[in-house]
């Protein structure tokens, strides 16, 4: 080879390391990154790599309604499988730390459910590729919610509405909500365990009353622990609004239009005083029911439950079905079922019951409606006095002996 093309050569070899150096320099000393704002963002290895690398770099995001952020990798990007290696953690809504590990090619796309995270890099002293070049776009979590001006539902199913978990800052969304099944009266609301609201941001439920014709009645909720309660229309408005402070998890309620929902999601009850209660189905009861309620009677000195059912009880005989399960104060289960009519009053020594009433999509009677009267023996209140006093003189008098030996 001429001198003069060995020296070109040789140049271009030192410019080509030199230049690759400086990539190398300045990526591998880079401590990552803080981006404000949604615009879309890059960072990228040096093209190609470097051998012997091990670094670590921390990206962060700060804007509104931050969460996802949305990683997506070139179609370039490559890393020597198996042996170079892409790592990329973070810690999630629950605290949980999270990690994913690229190598190879085609590595597609990694949504995250934080607003920073950490990328480590690893190479040997190998083979060298492309490296990595990933694009990055914080997602808005609310945009789809923010959009979102309600539904319309032409059957009587059972609906799960919900904001996004958690809510977004500077929320002002009014969604719409309408059940037109010509059966529909009321709507049953029922919410999560887990619904919270932050102080100052306020979730709002307003109807037209149907039964009283009172217009834009408005139910209005912030905080936590939620009350079920039902509204005598057939359709709502929704309005949701967050300031710009603490966001929490939000809200999640099932909505029932069907006639019996409250019934369906009644859980029972608990009487503490003597007497009796009425319990009973909806007249008629509704189709494809399956309901289970528990009931105490915690009066003290209860000694039996006694069942008297109302005449006009009626259940769809062989299919829809009503049954009474209590344990006795001797430890025995007793189940009684009931169906078609003419139903059979009884006592059982228990002072509490769980009930089961299920009905399929066929025919609808009247239902069950009973009473359930407390058998009391006060004679027990006045035994447990009688002996708690006979206690306490006990221990009067043994306070008296000891002063006498002293």
């Known amino acids: 080879m001429p001198r003069e093309n060995a020296f070109s050569y040789l140049f271009l070899i030192f410019m080509i390391q030199f230049t690759r150096g400086l990539d190398c320099i300045d990526w591998i000393n880079y401590p990552g990154g803080q981006f404000f704002g949604s615009q879309l963002q890059v960072i990228e290895s040096a093209h190609p790599y470097c051998a012997n690398v091990d670094i670590a770099q921390q990206y962060s995001f700060f804007y509104d309604s931050p969460t996802p952020l949305m990683l997506s990798f070139d179609d370039q990007s490559y890393i020597e499988s198996e042996s170079d290696y892409l790592l990329i953690s973070w810690t999630d809504s629950s605290g949980a730390l999270v990690s994913r590990s690229f190598s ?15 990328l480590s890099f690893q190479s040997d002293s190998t083979v060298e590729y492309f490296g990595y070049k990933i694009s990055i776009v914080p997602q808005n979590r609310c945009a789809e919610f923010i959009v979102n001006d309600g539904e319309t539902f032409n059957d009587l199913s059972v609906q799960t509405i919900e904001s996004p978990h958690p809510y977004c800052n500077l929320l002002n969304v009014t969604q719409r909500y309408a059940f037109t099944h010509s059966s529909v009266e009321t709507i049953f609301i029922s919410f999560d365990n887990g619904t919270k609201i932050e102080e100052g941001d306020g979730l709002q439920f307003i109807y037209d009353d149907i039964a009283t014709g009172a217009d834009g009645v408005t139910i209005s909720l912030t905080g936590e622990n939620f009350i079920d309660f039902v509204m005598n229309a057939t359709d709502f408005e929704l309005k949701f609004t967050s300031d710009d402070a603490i966001t929490q998890e939000g809200y999640r309620f099932i909505a029932d239009p069907r006639p019996c929902a409250q019934f369906a999601h009644q859980a029972g009850s608990s009487f503490e005083t003597a007497g009796s209660a009425v319990i009973e189905s909806p007249h008629n009861y509704c189709d494809d029911l399956l309901v289970t309620q528990h009931y105490e009677f915690n009066y003290p000195s209860v000694t039996a439950l006694n069942f008297q059912f109302d005449e006009i009880s009626h259940i769809e005989n062989g299919w829809d079905l009503l049954t009474i399960t209590f344990s006795n104060f001797d430890g025995n ?15 059982a020594a228990t002072n509490s019951f769980d009930l089961t009433f299920t009905s399929d999509s066929s025919s609808n009677y009247y239902g069950y409606k009973f009473t359930v009267t407390q058998q009391i023996d006060d004679t027990l209140n006045r035994r447990e006095a009688y002996t708690s006093f006979q206690a306490y003189l006990k221990w009067k008098k043994s306070l008296l002996e000891k002063k006498e030996k002293f």
């Open 104 to 118: 190879g090619g085609d590595l597609g796309q990694l949504e995250i459910d934080a607003v920073s995270f950490t």
């Open 333 to 347: 289960l007793v189940t009684k079922s009931f169906t078609g009519v003419g139903f059979q009053s009884f006592t």
